[in-house]
């Protein structure tokens, strides 16, 4: 029997006209083991955030813990019976939580936020609202049991960008999970916190951004290698139909990707589609668990949403997504080119300060090696380099702001493809200032002057699709 993991996110779980439609989402899939996952309320995860940066406000700390619990009360007014039992139970469960957040809140004014308090406080939005959608369930008349998922995920001690221990959580979705899966007289739905982890000695982490999808195929992993049965996916549920293949902002009427492979998603996602982060495919492209994207406002829809598989159309150009904004960063010197180690130093830099890099291009002759890095770490990265190491007359450093384009699909690999994308940024008059792509790679990166961006993309989609 097919185990199908779902992932709900705060989209779906606003009003009772929401809950509706995941109680008619489970009898469409009544013939299937289910596992869902619910992400926190719209808007609560960043609340938390900033009711514990400022924790020195009472007022404020006061005021936005009425404001969560009035907004969680609203739902559950909703979606229950007044004085049901779980009504009762849903409201008791929101009293006890405010109740531990606000000396959550309270620690943190006294020791300081700490990355393991932050992310205890970032968890109360999953544990709120999974814990709703389990009783709500329950009132419905199915078998549902609430799990909060630091029982089930071990993590690494990354707090805020936790990585799973699969070994580790494999053996307790064994234990806690599959025996139901594998009972034909259990029709069990497996109700549980998305984002959410816990370390080796107990401390709640959190998954990062994307974290409850991540949640759904880290389970689907867990489930595929711990069950018998090797019929597992994954559904996300959102208020698209899937993938396009270009940002409708940039070119309106954009097409839905419905058929794609993991490395050309992951690519996808890696450079700003914000409907899929790519670590969620990590988790499952190496066992082959397919993933669908689906609207949440069309469930029973057959063909149009997005479905990652191993499978994959090499002629067709899958997606052109762009970083808007951000700074490239050179670096240039004739007289350095035989020292090793160089580059390695600029990259360590960029680590001790905790900035990410992208896009990496280097000229053969000399040391001229360009990078790109996000708006924000922009200031940071050139004072870096100027103070600790590039303060010389060795080195000249230049930076600009810039946009990222980026092409994706096996397709780019054929030069004719390559061709096509030059003649139409030619054909506008408009200068590629760097080019990227590794070797064998299925995307290429393309770094134009910020004001040019639109046109180009725009050049690009009508010459190649």
């Known amino acids: 029997m097919t185990v199908v993991i779902m992932k709900f996110g705060g989209s779906c779980l606003v009003d009772n006209k929401a809950f509706n439609k995941i109680y008619n989402i489970t009898k469409l899939y009544e013939k299937q083991k289910k596992i869902y996952v619910a992400s926190a309320f719209n808007g609560i995860t960043d609340i938390l955030l900033k009711t514990a ?6 007022k404020k700390v006061d005021d936005n813990i009425a404001f969560i619990e009035k907004r969680h009360m609203d739902v559950i007014e909703q979606i229950f019976e007044e004085d049901s039992i779980y009504y009762i139970s849903a409201k008791d469960w929101v009293d006890a939580k405010m109740a531990e957040l606000e000396n959550v809140f309270a620690d943190i004014k006294e020791f300081g936020l700490e990355p393991y308090y932050q992310d205890y406080v970032l968890s109360f939005g999953e544990i709120l609202s999974t814990f709703i959608l389990h009783q709500y369930l329950m009132s419905k008349s199915l078998d549902s049991l609430f799990i909060s998922a630091n029982d089930l995920i071990v993590t690494n001690d990354e707090f805020n960008n936790a990585y799973p221990l699969y070994n ?39 998954l990062g951004r994307g974290g409850s999808d991540y949640t759904a195929t880290i389970l689907a992993r867990a489930v595929y290698e711990e069950g018998s049965d090797k019929d597992v996916k994954v559904v996300l549920w959102k ?12 070119v309106p009427n954009s097409s839905l990707i419905k058929s ?28 082959h668990i397919p993933l669908e994207i689906r609207n949440f406002d069309k469930p029973e829809e057959e063909i149009n949403f997005t479905k990652i598989t191993t499978e994959s159309d090499k002629q067709q150009i ?33 680590g001790k300060n905790g900035i990410s890099v992208s896009f990496v291009a280097q000229s053969s002759t000399e040391i001229s090696t360009s990078f790109f890095v996000k708006s924000e770490d922009s200031e940071k990265a050139i ?36 061709a096509q994308i030059f003649n139409a940024l030619d054909k506008k008059e408009i200068p ?11 995307n290429i990166s393309i770094v134009v002057k ?16």
């Not at 998603?265 to 492209?285: D, Q, R, S, T, Y």
Request: charged content about 25%; hydrophobic content about 40%; aromatic content about 8%.
């Open 432 to 442: 590629v200032k760097a080019i990227s792509q590794s070797y064998e790679e299925l």
């Open 383 to 418: 004072k870096a380099l100027k103070d600790e190491y590039f303060g010389s007359d060795f080195f000249e450093l230049k930076w600009d702001v810039v946009s990222i384009i980026n092409i994706t699909g096996l397709k780019v690999l054929e030069n004719k493809t390559k």
């Open 168 to 206: 580790l959580t494999n053996a307790r979705v064994r234990t806690q999970i599959v025996p139901f899966l594998e009972n034909p007289n259990k029709d069990t739905i497996f109700s549980v916190t998305g984002f959410v982890g816990r370390n080796k000695i107990g401390y709640i982490t959190t």
């Open 260 to 287: 794609i492979d993991y490395k050309e998603a992951k690519a996808i996602a890696n450079f700003g589609a914000k409907v899929l982060h790519p670590k969620c495919l990590e988790a499952i492209e190496k066992k």
């Open 318 to 350: 899958k997606g052109i997504s762009a970083e808007e904004e951000g700074t490239i960063i050179t670096l240039i010197s004739g007289t350095m080119v035989d020292i090793p180690g160089v580059l390695g130093n600029i990259f360590k830099i960029m």
């Open 239 to 250: 208020d698209i139909d899937g993938l396009l293949a270009i940002n409708p902002k940039y």
């Open 450 to 465: 910020k004001d040019h961006m639109i046109d180009a993309i725009k050049a690009i989609h009508d010459e190649i699709q």
């Open 53 to 58: 940066l400022q924790v020195s406000d009472a």
